[in-house]
């Protein structure tokens, strides 16, 4: 994706006019960006300015209503996402608004539809450009903030559930960070399949959350052992998949809990992160816990271990597009609805940053430009 630039990298001519074949927004207009000023704490998070993108040949123009925040973008801020852009630089994977502007040759997607959008960083903005088969239109039903908690949770969690895992009636389920934005997009999807259970791990107070949502099982991985529960409901024989963003020594723990033909989920490191800023000695340790999956134990065993980075299949369009289709499809049916548990102005995204940091939020976080 291009756009976003800090204001010390801007291009000294940054208008284009021969690229863009109309427009909704004046020459005066000015990007607004989240940046990550250098990686440490919640205050290296600055709103900065710099001038508008423009759409090349191909892309188009976003003006940004709303934008996902993820684990991802806090791993970024702290040092901890390899991915990521060097600092100063501006994330953010997913993001919804108004086509304001077209590159030459997009004649399929007229100025003024609204759309959701995948975006590879520089979404956390109040601008952006994509390539065109990046965005979406999305129905009139669908708000802005529940379209920018679309891409990366729902995306992810079909991906799992569908495309790798093949999720079959009447299996049970792990599911780590149950209350979070992908546990949030599982636990919704798996009402597609017939008569599948659902074990979520989360804190006591999410509990009730989750029951909502349709988890028969919420187990409190502060005072339970996630295992021994796991094994007592399963009368020993294990589930059928584990989705586990936890990383580290969970990963191995969830391997053992695979009954025969399971499938592990591994989409997130979500361990290494404690607190505001990074702690080295976490990271070590939970990178020295990770463990080593050898294909011969997993053929005696009869298990399967993915791995999933969206971000490194955002390319894949071809495989995505149907994925993504599908979803808001289910969400005109009423399936998918996005839970959006708070919308938070760009000025204050140290406060969105600290909610998905201390395990607070219950679904999604998106980031909103502020009003003027």
């Known amino acids: 994706m291009r756009g976003v630039l800090p204001p010390s990298r801007a291009p000294s001519h940054p208008w284009s006019p021969h690229f863009a074949l109309s427009t909704l927004r004046s020459l005066e207009d000015t990007l607004h960006a989240i940046t990550i000023s250098r990686h440490g704490p919640r205050s290296v998070l600055e709103v900065r300015e710099s001038p508008d993108p423009q759409p090349g040949p191909g892309e188009v123009r976003i003006a940004v209503a709303a934008a996902g925040l993820n684990f991802a973008e806090i791993a970024a ?40 959008a995948m975006t590879r960083f520089g979404g956390h903005a109040s601008s952006v450009v994509v390539p065109r088969a990046f965005a979406f239109p999305i129905p009139d039903s669908m708000s802005d903030a529940h379209a920018a908690a679309i891409p990366v949770n729902y995306l992810t969690a079909h991906h799992m559930l569908f495309h790798l895992g093949n999720l079959k009636p009447h299996e049970t389920i792990l599911l780590h960070m149950a ?118 134990a997993a053929m005696e065993d009869n298990r399967g271990v993915f791995g999933i980075n969206m971000g490194h299949l955002w390319d894949e369009i071809d495989l995505l597009r149907p994925q993504i289709e599908r979803v ?45």
């Not at 100063?88 to 759309?115: F, H, K, M, S, W």
């Not at 989920?265 to 990770?290: D, K, T, W």
């Open 328 to 372: 808001v499809a289910l969400y005109e049916e009423g399936i998918v609805q996005p839970q959006v548990h708070a919308e938070v102005p760009f000025s204050e995204a140290a406060r969105a940053h600290e909610l998905i940091e201390t395990r607070q939020n219950r679904g999604k976080v998106v980031l909103v430009p502020d009003t003027v």
């Open 179 to 296: 209350a979070g934005g992908v546990g949030t997009a599982v636990l919704q999807l798996v009402k597609t399949v017939e008569d599948v259970t659902v074990i979520g791990s989360a804190s006591a107070p999410k509990h009730d959350y989750l029951r909502s949502l349709g988890c028969q099982h919420p187990i409190d991985y502060r005072t339970q052992d996630y295992a021994e529960e796991v094994r007592r409901i399963t009368n020993g024989r294990g589930v059928d998949m584990v989705l586990d963003a936890l990383g580290g020594p969970d990963w191995k723990t969830g391997w053992n809990l695979l009954a025969p033909g399971g499938r592990l989920m591994a989409f997130g490191f979500a361990n290494m992160i404690s607190g505001g800023r990074r702690n080295l000695l976490r990271v070590l340790r939970n990178l020295v816990s990770v463990p080593r999956f050898s294909p011969l």
């Open 77 to 116: 801020r702290q040092g901890l996402y390899p991915d990521a852009p060097k600092p100063p630089c501006v994330v953010g994977y997913e993001v919804a608004g108004r086509v304001d502007a077209l590159g030459a040759g997009v004649e399929d997607l007229p100025i003024g539809t609204r759309v959701l």
